[in-house]
């Protein structure tokens, strides 16, 4: 417990570049993005270390207390930097021991949060800025064209525009019009067909009409449709979802069956999800990045050129949406930033940037200077003679006959799609078809990972000389607390026999081996102990 103290408490630095400070703005971009992270996690655990160019002065005065109120700096020179930090682009954080090194926006921020978090495990809205399995910028630059719009061309491409801004109409930069574009396409989440049919369902009972096609934008967009400006019953199915995360809200757990209707609609026949934040549906990491970058690009937009407003609804949008995330007012306040407040735009697709269309997606583009992904790797396996090959199907259009087999076999007695219990069904041919062929009378067949149990119930029908042991091993998970007595009992006796199994393999290779149960039994459901000791 003392180590791990120690480890909370022990000094990191962190060391930020600074080249000037301008309108509300601290450059260069990733120096802003990464106080504006600070403020929102209320991190106070890093020694900060402004590093200035010689033509800069040394003087913190020149820095606006607006700027960085509740933060701690001191300003060095590049030549002052530990060595381990001499050759790394800034921002780095350096342990105390100056012997690790983190180094890289993306990096670097995610290393915040995590620390942050450490500090202050109730703070676990922390932890959702990484996103689903916390993989939000995880990805390098090299290898993520998503991580490479956030980290690099975004924040270099607006300190262009900043610095090259005049009062003739602007080049808009192309990254600004990939995200937009990027903010129109539909949204892509782990449990998407949930959601979407959710969404369907919604728009029944609210007498939308037919879902819009997927990928096509919808035909008028609204800037002020944040969380405290929607009723319960107008909020979209997205926006529920995003803010019921934001303030610690579930939904609703719910145990009944969608209506048929909705339960067997084609995937193609449902609604997209459109987005709420920059990765989806929720705030993440990606948003924190953008949101200073973007700012600084509109301030100049809404006071030289607000005609060119509409041409962005989407990124106006998520402009204003994200100022209802709770803490993120209050963090850009104390860095300087003052919030915008755009007029309610009423936009239609055709109205916004003449050239998105022709904008490559985020994904498409092929940039020159982009060497990543598995491709390099590919072609050094290939030019030693290795490439992917794949054996011919031995039976292409063999199928079960589902029609004959226990309802109870088929997947479609599940909670599924009528669409994905077809597809679980084409799954199961190809496994059943290649087990049966191999098995013979008195093999043991073991389902590993076996979800749903979909596959061991097929074989378990198919082949009842061989799913004796599954189906004990399937009933020996039935000893839970909240299950009839009778049905426990046999789960437990399914457990015993099971055991006993692995016990005698434990014989054969030369242990004495005893299967005890805990006392009491009802201190876990699966309360057998495997006691194997060397002969």
Known sequence: MKAIKKSLTEEEYLYLDFSHQTEGCIFPLHTSVTLFLLSYCDCKIFKICLVVTKEVSRDSSLLRDDLIQDVEIQIISRQELPPIVQNCCLPAVVERSDNFCRAGLAVVLRHIIQKSYEADPLKKELLELLGFKKTCLKACAEVSQWTRLCELTIPLAIENFLRESSDQPPTIPVEILQLEKKLSEPVRVHNDDKLRRQK????????????????????????????????????????????????????????????????????????????????????????????????????????????KLVEFPLLASWYQRIQEVPGVKTAASKCGIQFLHLPKLLTTSTEQHPNLCEVPGVE???????????????????????????????????????????????????????????????????????????????DRIVDFCSGGGHVGIVLAHMLPSCQEHMILCRFADQTAVQLPPQRRLIGKQCMCLVDLDRARAAEECGYSVQVISMEPESCSPKNNMIVGVPI
């Open 200 to 307: 369907l369902k919604q728009q029944k009972a609210d007498g939308v009409g037919p879902p819009l096609t997927k990928g096509k934008a919808k035909s008028k967009v609204h800037t002020q449709e944040t969380s405290e400006g929607l009723d319960s019953s107008s909020k979209s199915l997205e926006l529920k979802v995003a803010f019921s995360k934001l303030t610690v809200q579930e939904e609703p757990a719910t145990t009944n069956r969608e209506p048929s209707h909705i339960r067997k609609a084609k995937a193609s026949d449902l609604p997209p999800l459109e987005h709420v934040f920059a990765e989806g549906l929720y705030f993440t990491l990606a948003d924190i990045v953008l949101l200073p970058c973007i700012h600084h690009f509109l301030v100049i937009i809404s006071r030289k050129f607000s005609e």
């Open 364 to 442: 498409e583009q092929s940039d020159p200077l982009f060497i990543g992904g598995p491709r390099p790797t590919m072609a050094k396996l290939m030019e030693k003679g290795i490439e992917v090959m794949f054996s011919p199907h031995p039976c292409p259009t063999w199928t079960l006959d589902w029609n004959v087999l226990p309802a109870a076999v088929s997947p479609k007695e599940g909670k599924m799609s009528s669409d994905r219990a077809l597809r679980k069904q084409q799954q199961l041919n190809n496994l059943v078809y290649v087990v049966t062929n191999q098995a013979k009378p008195g």
